[in-house]
């Protein structure tokens, strides 16, 4: 068996983008990104159970953050500024104008996160929506864009083909 590494770019934010479509796009731009997994105790420390308490494992949750680069996505159709194909960027893309929609909308969103790349990657998927986002723009730097997740329901892995 082989083992190797995975860097942190290696490891993406995949989200479906057209509700209902089942096709997943990467989230780009993204400087760093989070999945917790937490489950609940739940104790059931009786009169049998000495001087120790003891728990059973509980209702599992889960949530999810990120911070993105803020980039601007257009369309740029093809032969426009010696552009030899069309650039599809804001169709195809996603980018934090997508999450503000999201967010304002109260959509629950399809989020897959891919533990690598190529056949037998882990993929875990799950629903998720957004509790807060937060948006920065400073003088110097580049504008960024923070978003937190609240998973709704179970988690399923599956391996890429």
Not at 14 to 19: L, Q, S, T
Not at 70 to 86: I, K, S
Request: hydrophobic share 35%; net charge negative.
């Amino acid at each position: 068996m082989a083992k190797s590494n995975i860097k942190g770019r290696n490891v993406a934010m995949m989200v479906e983008k057209a509700e209902g479509s089942n096709t997943f796009v990467r989230v780009g731009c993204i400087g760093d990104l989070g999945l917790s997994i937490t489950t609940e105790s739940d104790e059931v420390t009786c009169s049998d159970s000495t001087d120790f308490k003891e728990f059973e494992p509980g209702q599992i949750s889960i949530d999810a953050s990120g911070n993105l680069t803020v980039r601007q996505l257009t369309d740029a159709p093809a032969g426009n500024g010696g552009v030899p194909a069309a650039q599809t960027d804001a169709t195809d893309g996603v980018s934090t104008e997508n999450f503000i929609d999201w967010h304002l909308a109260g959509r629950k969103l399809k989020l897959r996160f891919d533990l690598g790349q190529g056949t037998g990657t882990a993929r875990y998927q799950a629903l998720f929506f957004i509790t807060k986002s937060d948006l920065k723009a400073q003088l110097k730097g580049a504008a960024t864009y923070a978003v937190s997740l609240q998973g709704t329901g179970p988690m399923t892995k599956t391996l890429a083909p």
